[in-house]
């Protein structure tokens, strides 16, 4: 947890740079939000080559005072605390740095053959858009439901990819025989597998005989669904959470868990619950 360091001064400081109850501090949160969003923007910009020839200087006027502005926040954010090298760790801490770093790094690389390295170090530049989180209210509900979802999602991704790897290779069976059809190998079946179940449909591999087009026609449908089910996983982790009544009790005969805290019965088929 950072606390605010000793001082009236540092501690005024951090109120208004850490916390969003009083009006300075909002209009703080405010101003950086809408500097984080124009120094975006200005990363955005210097990359299109027209925009940069026509507006470069500009852009490097507008690069430094964004870059000054967000040095200022990282010293003051070091100042105010009590302990400025857990913030420098931090997630926050280390994005701060990010989004400041390169700037001041790109004036150490001498040399024109050097632009390209100073380029890719300026490009470092959009961790600043991470620091938009900080305003992000649910995002700590969000991370603990991703987390929680994660052995589920896990088993469910291990289940996709051996279905992937089953299907590559009968397509591989099907269509191998066929001319230009692509599919050359299991490996290249299973990327078909993949790029139809999810959707995308490149179309550079696609089968031509009806048992191919029929087993094709079978996974479009199928990514659909498989699709929706780690959007579910995650919902229902979500939902969980903001329900506190509601706890993970399975019902050895319907296998519903969906019950109260102070349940000793299912409420579906009338069982009685024993804890998993």
């Known amino acids: 947890m950072i606390s605010s360091a000793d001082g ?30 124009g120094s975006v923007l200005v990363v955005m910009l210097e990359s299109v080559a027209a925009i940069r020839e026509s507006r470069g200087t500009l852009l490097i006027r507008a690069e430094w005072v964004f870059t000054g502005f967000f040095t200022v926040e990282y010293l003051l954010r070091l100042w105010c605390v009590k302990q400025p090298g857990q913030y420098a760790r ?19 690389v001498p040399g024109s ?30 991370m603990d439901a991703v987390r929680a979802s994660l052995p589920k999602i896990a088993v469910f991704l291990v289940s996709v990819i051996t279905l992937v790897m089953v299907i590559g290779s009968a397509m591989y069976l099907i269509e191998g025989g066929a001319e230009g059809t692509g599919f050359t190998s299991i490996p290249q079946g299973v990327y078909w597998a993949i790029v139809t179940m999810t959707t995308v449909g490149y179309g550079d591999v696609s089968p031509i005989t009806p048992a191919g087009k029929m087993l094709a026609s079978v996974v479009m449908i199928m990514g659909y669904g498989i699709i929706a089910v780690p959007t579910g996983i995650v919902t229902a982790e979500l939902t969980s959470r903001r329900n506190p009544k509601a706890r993970r009790v399975v019902c050895p005969e319907c296998a519903s868990d969906d019950h109260d805290a102070d349940a000793r019965f299912c409420k579906k088929c009338g069982e009685s619950l024993s804890p998993v």
């Open 8 to 37: 009236p001064l540092r501690s005024r400081v951090y109120r208004i740079i850490f916390g969003t109850g009083t009006p300075m501090g909002r209009a703080f949160d405010v101003a950086l939000l809408l500097a984080i969003v």
């Open 113 to 142: 053959q050097a632009l390209i390295v100073i380029r890719a170090l300026r490009l470092i530049r959009v961790f600043r858009v991470l620091k938009l989180a900080r305003f992000v209210g649910e995002s700590a509900a969000l």
């Open 90 to 108: 931090s997630f926050f801490g280390m994005v701060d740095l990010l989004a400041i770093l390169p700037t001041y790094v790109s004036l150490l």
